[in-house]
Nanobody, 121 residues
């Protein structure tokens, strides 16, 4: 059974940083691309960033380019999202999502339970 467990969310002031982690299990992590998706209160799902299976190809939504960095450690079976210069509009539930294949534009497959990020002074 595929499981994805996010951690690292919390309350941070504008301009601050957080690093989200996602711990996968139930599949061979290094074979699949991964993505982060967020949902702000009262809004729809928003794709944030994606990374291919080997970590050599990364993609970002325009709103987070230059501020967020997606990475993965296949030896440690962990996906990361480093978030810097956080803004109030980054407040959302952040989900780790396994994709159906090794490339970053594959379809969504399995979702984690999410970790809440709140940016507020």
């Amino acid at each position: 059974e595929v499981q994805l467990v996010e951690s690292g969310g919390g309350l941070v002031q504008p301009g601050g940083s957080l690093r989200l982690s996602c711990a996968p299990s139930g599949f061979t992590f290094s074979h699949y691309a991964m993505t982060w998706v967020r949902q702000a209160p009262g809004k729809g799902l928003e794709w944030v960033s994606a990374i291919n299976n080997g970590g050599t190809s990364r993609h970002y939504e325009d709103a987070v380019k230059g501020r967020f960095t997606i990475s993965r450690d296949n030896a440690e079976n962990t996906l990361y999202l480093q978030m810097n210069s956080l803004k109030a509009e980054d407040t959302a539930m952040y989900y780790c999502v396994k994709l159906l294949g090794p490339v970053a534009d594959a379809d969504f497959d399995s979702w984690g339970q999410g970790t809440q990020v709140t940016v507020s002074s």
